[in-house]
Every structure is written in C-alpha cells, then in structure tokens.
C-alpha cells in the first residue's frame, strides 16, 4: 500500500502539482540608480527574490544585454520559502542607465521560466575646479 502512495505521490508531482515560483522583491523587477557619480558609486545592486513554490527554484542561466552590466546567479537551488539574490554590476559609464538581465530558471509562475529585470537611472561626472584655471570676474569688480 506504500508503494502505490509514494508512486502516486511521484506521478502527481510530475504534473504540476510540485512546482517552483519566484516573486521579486523589486516594484515591476526594476532597480533605479537614480543619478549617481561615477567616482562615488560601485555599480552594484542587488535583486531579492523568493521561491514561493513548493520545490526547490533552480536559476539556470542569468545574462546581461552587454558587456558593461555583469550579473551573477546563486549557484545553489533555493528551497520553498528561502529568499535569494541576483546581483548586477554596472560598470559606471557616464550617461543613461537603461539594461535588462535576463533570468531563466524552473519557475512556473513565469513565462517559460524567464524574467526580465531591468535596471536604470543616470552616471554623471562630477565637476572638478581646476584651483589654478583664472576666474571669470564679474563686470562689477
């Protein structure tokens, strides 16, 4: 009688009852930067997630849309109820900030178990003053 539970129990799962599910902590799985300087910032941000499924959530694969924004992935599964993180460096050119790293993992709760996490926000570079550049004198002096 065991035998028969367990190999239900087995078959049932196989069909969907068992399944992962990642939430993203971030509103509409964006980060924004805001405007930071250059010199100031170190680039990284961290995306929070949790596995609100039943088995453990796999991220396979976790990419950028370029070269300048590295991502890294949990090389370990995250149990039913733990949380996780997928942090991004971004190299900090001057400019606008506007990527999307792509996630895929064994979630069900997302198309084909891909989620696109967008980062954005603008590098400025701070200005210097050159002390032995002449000041501009007012028409006053």
């Given amino acids: 009688m065991k035998k028969i539970i367990l190999i239900g129990a087995v078959i049932l799962s196989s069909f969907g009852f068992s ?26 941000r961290v995306f929070e997630f949790t596995n609100t499924g039943t088995t453990p959530l796999i991220i396979t694969n976790v990419q950028s849309t370029c070269g300048c924004t590295v991502p890294s992935k949990p090389t370990e599964p995250i149990a039913p109820g733990k949380t996780g993180e997928i942090s991004v460096k971004y190299n900090m050119n001057p400019g606008p900030i506007r990527k999307t790293i792509s996630v895929e993992s064994n979630a069900t709760n997302v198309e084909g178990g891909r989620v696109a996490l967008k980062i954005k926000g603008e590098v400025l570079v701070k200005q210097e003053e050159n002390v032995l550049e002449k000041k501009k004198s007012s028409p006053m002096q």
């Fill in 19 to 44: 399944q992962a599910k990642i939430e993203f902590k971030a509103k509409d799985n964006t980060i924004d930067y805001g405007n930071v300087y250059k010199d100031v910032d170190s680039g990284v």
